[in-house]
């Protein structure tokens, strides 16, 4: 018989597949509450943050392919602003500094013809 998070009547879940279950969850439910609930969506971040997986959300910073996937490219004719991310579509999470997911952002791209 399945159980609750996966688990069997016969092996128990562990309490670290059982953190890694809610941990998911709640970023789940994170996602679900960007644009319904930005206050319920920082208090689910307050939560996660207390127990050690914090949220990225690298707006205004530059973008670095290595750390952030960008989804999408907003103009700019500011020079100072090129190549810095304009904002943060889905946010990313680090579990004690253990990437969880990336974080999808929208990076700010000089227009044609603007001055450098």
Known sequence: MTGHLGTTAETPATPVVERAAL??????????????GP???ARVHRGLAD???VAVEPDGLPFDGTQHDAVDRE???DPARDRTVASTERAGYLD????LRRPEVV???LTPGSPR
């Open 23 to 36: 941990v998911e969850l709640c970023i789940d439910l994170a996602d679900r509450l960007d644009t319904a």
């Open 107 to 109: 990076v700010y791209a």
């Open 39 to 41: 206050g319920l969506r």
């Open 51 to 53: 127990v050690g997986v």
């Open 75 to 77: 103009p700019t004719d």
């Open 96 to 99: 004690r500094g253990r990437l």
